[in-house]
């Protein structure tokens, strides 16, 4: 292994990307990055790298000092980073903002690939990146599009899997929204400007069986998560429903069928509100949540704000608790905030 791949996760959504070589302080990789995360005697006595290691595996050794990290804050996955080897991949949040590491989210240039409209429900929107690589980011993370000659940006979860050649997104169509009607006239070819990754919604590491629910085009993300899950060959039990508001609204049924073949323990089922649809599951995704996951579970919800508050009633109602709860709450006209 030549290095790892750290995630920096700051408060203000950014997330930034730097290689670890083993046997490298994270600390001294920051910086090395050029980004100086939080610190002050980087010798394992102030504590002022604290930060939480979200996933990976790391070496913390035994020369930092309890005031600096006590053992209950270490079995809690609380790391200093400048005594943190890691020997994996890891993802860490960091608690304070990009700009005060004196760091910021990425801009990227890509160029449309591919426009593909589902009836007038919504958009798969395939793009290349100006230079060939494309971002890395975490599967649920999302990227800011600055609209061409409008002056506006509007946030898009990746539907594609990080190491994708080309990134996906699956964008909502909205009668006069500025993103749908520069993609109504856009052609392959046409520019566009990014910026991230960004979010805090994104698949963490899987220890027990999932649930994901996704309202309307919050199926993207989840369909990232799905094809990292499937590249890595995972076993655990994955249910998905996906609940829509018309029958039409239902998109890349096709994508998640080869998931089925693809995740050998993973089900979805397709719910639609709308009171005149024939489809046989009607409703709202509460009403069809599964009853096989057992009591120990984690969920991951991308929707409307009110998808996530009926959901967060549901399982305050019934008392089913997952052990971990994530989400996302979105408009179409932006993210608003993750959990
Ligand atoms: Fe002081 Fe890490 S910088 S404990």
């Known amino acids: 292994m030549d290095s790892y791949n750290i995630a920096l996760n700051f408060e203000d959504g950014v997330t930034r ?28 006595v102030c504590g002022t790298c604290k930060c939480r290691a979200e996933s990976g595996r ?11 990290l006590t053992e209950d804050e270490a079995a809690e996955g609380l ?3 400048c005594q943190m080897i ?9 608690p304070t903002s990009s700009t005060a590491c004196k760091t910021a989210m990425q801009t990227y240039e890509a160029t449309v690939a591919k426009i593909e409209r589902h009836a007038d429900a919504a958009i798969v929107l ?17 990227m800011n599009m600055a609209i061409p000659g409008r002056g506006v940006q509007r946030s898009y979860s990746f539907s594609s899997a990080p190491g994708a050649d080309r990134m996906g997104f699956l964008i ?12 109504a006239q856009a052609q392959a070819g046409d520019a566009l400007k990014l910026t991230g990754p960004m979010g805090s919604f994104y698949l963490r590491e899987v220890r027990r069986p999932l649930l994901m629910l996704a309202g309307g085009t919050g199926l993207a993300p989840f369909l990232s998560m799905l094809e990292v899950l499937a590249q ?4 655990q039990k994955i249910h998905l429903i996906y609940g829509v508001t018309r029958d039409l609204d239902l998109v890349l049924l096709e994508e998640l069928e080869a998931f089925t073949r693809r995740l050998p323990n993973f089900t979805y089922a397709t719910v639609v509100a709308d009171e005149a649809s024939s489809h046989p ?34 399982f305050d109602e019934t008392g089913i608790r997952p052990a971990n709860f994530h989400y996302e709450k979105f408009t179409p006209n932006a993210v608003l905030e993750t959990a």
């Open 58 to 68: 790391y070496d913390l050794g035994d020369d930092f000092i309890e005031d600096a």
């Open 86 to 94: 890691p020997s994996s991949d890891c993802v860490l949040s960091v």
């Open 232 to 235: 890595a060959g995972h076993a």
């Open 17 to 44: 990307f730097i290689d670890c070589k083993p046997n490298e302080k994270v600390l001294d990789a920051a910086y090395r990055n050029k980004i100086n995360l939080p610190m002050d005697c980087s010798d394992g």
């Open 126 to 142: 395939e793009l290349d990146m100006a230079g060939g690589t494309t971002p890395t980011f975490l599967p649920g993370q999302y």
């Open 281 to 314: 599951r009607k409703g709202w995704v509460t009403q069809h949540m599964p009853n096989d996951l057992g009591p120990d579970f984690d969920a991951y919800l991308c929707g409307p704000p009110p998808m996530v508050d009926a959901v967060r009633r549901h």
């Open 172 to 183: 909502k169509m909205i009668p006069g929204g500025a993103m749908s009607e520069w993609l």
């Open 79 to 81: 790391v200093l980073t």
